[in-house]
């Protein structure tokens, strides 16, 4: 059974940074794409980024390109997301979910598996 638990949200100011991680069990991890979510109260879930299996492409939501790193390191089955110069706009639950596949997707019927969220709150 596939389980992804994440970790390292919490509460900063604005302009400030913190590294999310998702730690993935259950099947063999580098065969698939990972992807990280996100959801504000009273809106829908939306993409933030994504990873192919090998890490050799990624993309990005255009709200956080150029300020959101993922990466993700297979020998340790973690996908991580770096955000840096937050905005209180970023504040929302975020989850990271994983793909039947190897290629990365913007749409969330496309993952299969997602973990339980972790919180970031940017205070202004």
């Known amino acids: 059974q596939v389980q992804l638990v994440e970790s390292g949200g919490g509460l900063v100011q604005a302009g400030g940074s913190l590294r999310l991680s998702c730690a993935a069990s259950?099947?063999?991890?580098?065969?698939?794409?990972m992807g990280w979510f996100r959801q504000a109260p009273g809106k829908e879930r939306e993409f933030v980024a994504a990873?192919?299996?090998?890490?050799?492409?990624?993309t990005y939501a255009d709200s956080v390109k150029g300020r959101f790193t993922i990466s993700r390191d297979n020998a340790k089955n973690t996908v991580y997301l770096q955000m840096n110069s937050l905005k209180p706009e970023d504040t929302a639950v975020y989850y990271c979910?994983?793909?039947?596949?190897?290629?990365?997707?913007?749409?969330?019927?496309?993952?299969?598996?997602w973990g339980q969220g972790t919180q970031v709150t940017v205070s202004s």
């Open positions: 259950g099947r063999t991890f580098n065969d698939n794409a």
């Open positions: 990873i192919s299996s090998g890490g050799g492409s990624t």
């Open positions: 979910a994983r793909r039947r596949f190897g290629g990365v997707s913007h749409y969330s019927s496309a993952y299969l598996y």
